[in-house]
């Protein structure tokens, strides 16, 4: 499984940025696809997750409201629409892909750097 991570750049707080995630190879089995974020001397957090089958969606608290996870099947990918982006939200973002019957998320794409500034 690779995935490919893109959309980041530089935005002012208020502003908005889409990053997509595009996965190949054996999907088949996938659980769920996830977004993840790491600021700066801080440790990965997840910020959004959904079923690769079910749909169901998970956010973080910090950016309910703000962000929306979503997926498309026939393309294998999974975007994130940043809404009022915030300079807390700078971070290089990750996606990950955990396959069925897994507990973590094993397959990681390369990061993608986000900047708000104030």
């Known amino acids: 499984v690779q995935l490919q991570a893109s959309g980041g750049g530089l935005v002012q707080a208020g502003g908005s940025l889409r990053l997509s995630c595009a996965a190949s190879?054996?999907?088949?089995?996938?659980?769920?696809v996830g977004w993840f974020r790491q600021a700066p001397g801080k440790e990965r957090a997840q910020v959004a997750r959904?079923?690769?089958?079910?749909?169901?969606?998970y956010y973080a608290d910090s950016v309910k409201g703000r962000f929306t996870i979503s997926r498309d099947n026939a393309k294998n990918t999974v975007d994130l629409q940043m809404n009022s982006l915030r300079p807390e939200d700078t971070a290089v973002y990750y996606c990950?892909?955990?396959?069925?019957?897994?507990?973590?998320?094993?397959?990681w794409g390369q990061g993608t750097l986000v900047t708000v500034s104030s």
């Open positions: 990950g892909l955990r396959l069925a019957g897994k507990v973590n998320f094993d397959y």
């Open positions: 959904i079923g690769w089958s079910s749909g169901i969606i």
């Open positions: 190879g054996r999907t088949l089995s996938t659980s769920a």
